[in-house]
């Protein structure tokens, strides 16, 4: 069974436990004990069929670019992380190029 480590804002649902041992071949099946046993946890983790856009996971130590379709093995490691915002500054629309303002159909400024 993998190992999943329960991020302290989850450990509510799980009576303050950090780790479970929970059976399963992908990152959904591991959701799907984890919510038999911690009912609400797929809800905090999940958003319809896909990990909530906060939240990222990694199995063995990877953060994996296919979510719930990751691959787990019996002895893996699962954590669900928050995912980190950063890096790349938002782009700004190039600002507008005035050729001259008209007031009245006079022009004021070229």
């Known amino acids: 069974m993998a190992t999943v480590f329960i991020p302290s804002l989850m450990q509510d649902l799980t009576g ?11 990152v959904r099946e591991i959701i799907t ?21 906060n939240i990222n996971v990694a199995v063995d130590g990877e953060v994996s670019p296919v979510g719930v379709l990751a ?3 019996e002895s893996s490691e699962v954590h669900f992380l928050p995912a980190i915002a950063g890096g790349q500054a938002p782009r700004r629309p190039a600002p507008i190029q005035l050729r001259e303002i008209r007031d009245h159909g006079g022009v004021i400024r070229r």
Do not use: C, S
């Open 33 to 53: 004990g984890l919510e038999g046993r911690y009912p609400g946890i797929r809800d905090r983790l999940m958003d319809g069929f896909r990990l909530k856009g």
């Open 71 to 73: 691959e787990v093995g």
């Open 16 to 26: 303050g436990e950090q780790t479970v041992e929970v059976p399963g071949r992908t």
